[in-house]
Nanobody, 127 residues
Framework: QVQLVESGGGLVQAGGSLRLSCAASGSIFSINAMGWYRQAPGKQRELVATITTGGSTNYADSVKGRFTISRDNAKNTVYLQMNSLKPEDTAVYYC?????????????????????WGQGTQVTVSS
């Protein structure tokens, strides 16, 4: 059974930083890619960042240069370092595990089951 538990959300002023953590169950972490999604009220869910088992990363254009995803395989943990936060970054952030592949220069990430989502953590950025 997969368990993903996020932490690190909170309230921060614009321009500030937060680091989200996601502790994953051990048996699946080392063989799967990991990703962070976010969803703001009234908006579609957005894939923010992914990281492969080998450490290759991909980011949404909206967060490039500000967010960094990383993973510690020994601790079964994935992180999302968020710097220069903006009010539009306000959302519930979800940790996921899934599968990805590169095709024609782009990376495609899929979460194959509802069980592969964390419960979410709220990030609120005040202006």
């Amino acid at each position: 059974q997969v368990q993903l538990v996020e932490s690190g959300g909170g309230l921060v002023q614009a321009g500030g930083s937060l680091r989200l953590s996601c502790a994953a169950s051990g048996s699946i972490f080392s063989i799967n890619a990991m990703g962070w999604y976010r969803q703001a009220p009234g908006k579609q869910r957005e894939l923010v960042a992914t990281i492969t088992t080998g450490g290759s990363t991909n980011y949404a254009d909206s967060v490039k240069g500000r967010f960094t995803i990383s993973r510690d395989n020994a601790k079964n943990t994935v992180y999302l370092q968020m710097n220069s936060l903006k009010p539009e970054d306000t959302a519930v952030y979800y940790c996921t595990t899934g599968f990805g592949r590169y095709y024609s220069g782009s990376y495609y990430y899929t979460v194959p089951s509802d069980d592969y989502w964390g419960q979410g953590t709220q990030v609120t950025v005040s202006s």
